[in-house]
């Protein structure tokens, strides 16, 4: 290609960029600006969506999309307050989407204000009567109103109406044991169990049910199985804690508080449960430690400052010990126990006087000699437990649970499914791209080096540094921003620049930019102008193929036909294949390039072509056996294509290179009994 043809390209590229039409017309192109908005919500970047919204709503604060959307961002920052702010504007504008109103239900819930809630599932429901995810909703609020007549009535149809939703049946099983009907629930939780024997939340149930039956043996195993299916719950790790104390297994009950604590470094509870069990084998001054979290999060729990004080005034620090005691007699005048617990800690300092008056008010009151003996620990006193509201100070030393601890899904969020309709703990690892970004997502802080992309940054110095990433970090609002200033600064480089190559480097760097803000149509655009130009360049082909698999991975979720952004995907990684080896064809399976091989691979396992994919990833990790993500997505494409053991093989080895997501996949397909059933589910 001649450099003046070149040039005559880059000049009418460079005249459209900087003609005040077009310039106008993107600033209101509110269609693009809402995809590209929902493309970064679904993407979990909802700092850098909320701009895009912004930019809508400025534009034309009659579109109620972008106010729905807006309000869904700030949903997910737990912004509840503008949420419901956003979520009544867009009913004001459209009251008649069944979505919104839903939308605005989680905010109440999540403010716990379930009667408006109730009243917006109602109103949902109006417009769309079929919907099972509003049906359970409704029968949740319900719950928390204690209606438990009409949460039963609620679910029962829902049973009889949708007999695979799974969670109905052990929402029942929660609400009948809040009810303290442990008889039906226990014929509710087998049905649950029969209808979805890998469900976490029913072994959790199931778990509890006997832990109060005093079932020690039962209920550990029961939790174990819950922990099998959901790792990630805290709850179940501090009562099978509570469980393996009354086995007497403390050590392993340390190690459960622990794992809690790890999780959850704020859970109030299994703090103050593991201070319960540092007091019993004696370490009083790390149970302090657990006490003294607790009084910062609960400054008047009084049970844990009684236990605080006890503790205190065994280690010998008579005047702190005194100050709890203070505190806790000041609210009860009349307990016995602190009075006399106190009168010693006086009689140590030599404070008599203080230590005879407190004495004396109990001989006045006439108590039993035995009166004002601490409780000692014993098997019975370890099977007491009281719920988190009850304030009584002669408790203090029983294990604390939640008042109503319900572990069923708090409610179906179904319009943020249809937004992202993803699987969770299913997904393939993403598609390598070039982003602002760095990867610092999960596996090691180095980054990923690529030739041809070092020798541009030395050559073009962008304002930037560029990075190989994966699942990068989402920015917080002050990137998100920089990253805008950005694009309009490299848009007014491009429009002042006679450069060829300058302006080429620039039209990268701005369709990098794009990415990163999720404006993948713009990306696009701006990297088929590249392309236009200099057709030889591989981190162009690169870039766009990654662009162009995220817009059809956004049109499959909104129901649009996206083979030809498949074909597209394909052709453009052979392409930028072909150019990182130096020549215009050559096999994919003789890449030298092992980024490109995995995103190839990857391509092919989103396609179904699980067989094809196996053969890339294999390429690509004889390329670099460290890739983590390559073992990580061949072991899905392998489980799915019914290899469970080869494919768990794999999990291993990507979960050994750091890829910690791999471990709750091998536990998830780890313990069917036939090749690949859990797979074809």
């Known amino acids: 290609m001649s450099k003046s043809v070149s040039f005559l390209r880059l000049l009418a590229v460079l005249f459209a960029l900087s003609c005040p039409f077009v310039v106008s017309r993107a600033q209101f192109n509110t269609e693009q600006l809402t995809i590209s908005g929902r493309i970064a919500y679904s993407n979990h970047d909802y700092v850098v969506a909320m701009q895009h919204f912004n930019h809508v709503i400025s534009s034309k604060p009659y579109l109620y999309e972008a106010w729905f959307y807006r309000g869904l961002c700030k949903l997910q920052l737990d912004d509840y307050t503008g949420a419901e702010s956003d979520f009544n504007k867009a009913i004001e504008l459209n009251p008649y989407v069944h979505e919104l109103f839903s939308a605005r239900a989680e905010t109440l819930i999540r403010q716990r204000r379930y009667q408006e809630a109730l009243d917006d599932y109602e109103k949902a429901l109006t417009f769309l009567p079929d919907h099972n995810g509003y049906w359970f909703n409704r029968a949740y609020c319900r719950f928390f109103l204690k209606d438990y007549k009409k949460a039963h009535e609620d679910l029962e149809y829902i049973v009889k109406r949708w007999p695979d939703m799974n969670m109905a049946y052990a929402f029942q099983t929660e609400i009948y044991l809040n009810e303290n009907d442990t008889t039906t629930a226990s014929k509710w939780l087998e049905r649950t169990l029969e209808h979805n024997p890998y469900d976490g939340n029913s072994w959790s149930i199931l778990a509890r049910l006997n832990m109060q039956r005093h079932n020690w043996t039962t209920a550990d195993s029961a939790f174990t199985k819950a922990i099998h299916y959901q790792p990630r719950v805290v709850n179940n790790y501090m009562y099978r804690a509570m469980v393996r104390v009354n086995l007497?297994?403390?050590?392993?009950?340390?190690?459960?508080?622990?794992?809690?604590?790890?999780?959850?470094?704020?859970n109030f509870l299994s703090h103050y449960n593991r201070g319960l069990l540092r007091i019993q084998v004696g370490d009083d001054n790390r149970a302090i430690e657990d006490f003294n979290f607790v009084l910062r999060y609960e400054p008047n729990n009084l049970q844990a400052l009684y236990n605080r004080a006890l503790l205190l005034?065994?280690?010998?620090?008579?005047?702190?010990?005194?100050?709890?005691?203070?505190?806790?007699?000041d609210t009860f005048p009349n307990f016995w126990s602190g009075l006399l617990a106190r009168a010693e800690c006086y009689r140590h300092l030599g404070m008599t006087?203080?230590?005879?008056?407190?004495?004396?008010?109990?001989?006045?009151?006439?108590?039993?000699?035995?009166l004002g003996i601490q409780h000692r620990w014993s098997k019975s006193k370890l099977r007491e437990m009281r719920k988190l509201s009850d304030v009584d100070v002669e408790k203090y030393d029983q294990w604390v649970v939640v008042d109503n601890d319900v572990v069923t899904p708090q409610y179906k969020n179904e319009y943020r499914g249809s937004v992202q309709n993803r699987e969770v703990g299913s997904e393939f690892m993403p598609l390598f791209s070039l982003s602002f970004i760095p990867y610092r997502g999960g596996i090691s802080t180095h980054q990923f080096v690529e030739q041809q992309l070092e020798r541009f940054m030395m050559e073009h110095h962008p304002k930037r540094?560029?990075?190989?990433?994966?699942?990068?970090?989402?920015?917080?609002?002050?990137?998100?921003?920089?990253?805008?200033?950005?694009?309009?600064?490299?848009?007014?480089?491009?429009?002042?620049?006679?450069?060829?190559?300058?302006?080429?480097?620039?039209?990268?760097q701005r369709a990098v930019a794009h990415v990163t803000t999720h404006n993948f149509s713009d990306a696009v655009n701006d990297l088929n102008d590249y392309i236009n130009i200099d057709s030889t360049s591989m981190l162009a082909y690169w870039q766009r193929a990654y662009c162009q698999h995220m817009l059809a991975d956004f049109g499959s979720v909104q129901g649009i036909e996206v083979q030809i952004y498949a074909h597209r995907v394909k052709d453009d990684l052979l392409r930028a294949i072909a150019l990182a080896q130096g020549n215009s064809a050559t096999d994919p399976l003789q890449s030298n390039n092992a980024l490109l091989s995995y995103n190839l691979a990857t391509h092919y396992a989103l396609q179904k072509d699980y067989n094809k994919a196996i053969d890339h990833f294999q390429h690509a990790l004889q390329l670099n056996p460290n890739l983590a993500e390559a073992w990580f997505?061949?072991?899905l494409a392998r489980i799915f294509?019914?290899?469970?053991?080869e494919g768990l093989r794999d999990l291993s080895k990507a979960g050994e290179l750091g890829l910690y997501d791999a471990y709750s996949l091998m536990k998830r397909y780890g313990g069917e009994d036939s090749e690949g059933k859990k797979s074809k589910e």
Do not use: W
Not at 358 to 365: I, L, P, S
């Open 248 to 266: 007497n297994r403390l050590r392993q009950a340390m190690e459960d508080y622990d794992k809690a604590i790890d999780m959850d470094p704020n």
């Open 313 to 329: 005034d065994r280690t010998g620090n008579y005047r702190a010990a005194i100050a709890d005691y203070s505190r806790v007699i």
């Open 353 to 370: 006087a203080k230590a005879e008056l407190d004495e004396f008010r109990v001989t006045k009151a006439q108590l039993d000699k035995h």
């Open 465 to 508: 540094k560029i990075y190989i990433t994966c699942r990068p970090d989402v920015p917080d609002e002050t990137e998100g921003a920089s990253f805008f200033a950005t694009i309009d600064s490299l848009s007014s480089a491009i429009s002042s620049s006679q450069n060829v190559s300058t302006a080429l480097a620039l039209l990268l």
């Open 633 to 635: 997505n061949m072991g």
């Open 641 to 645: 294509a019914g290899h469970r053991t």
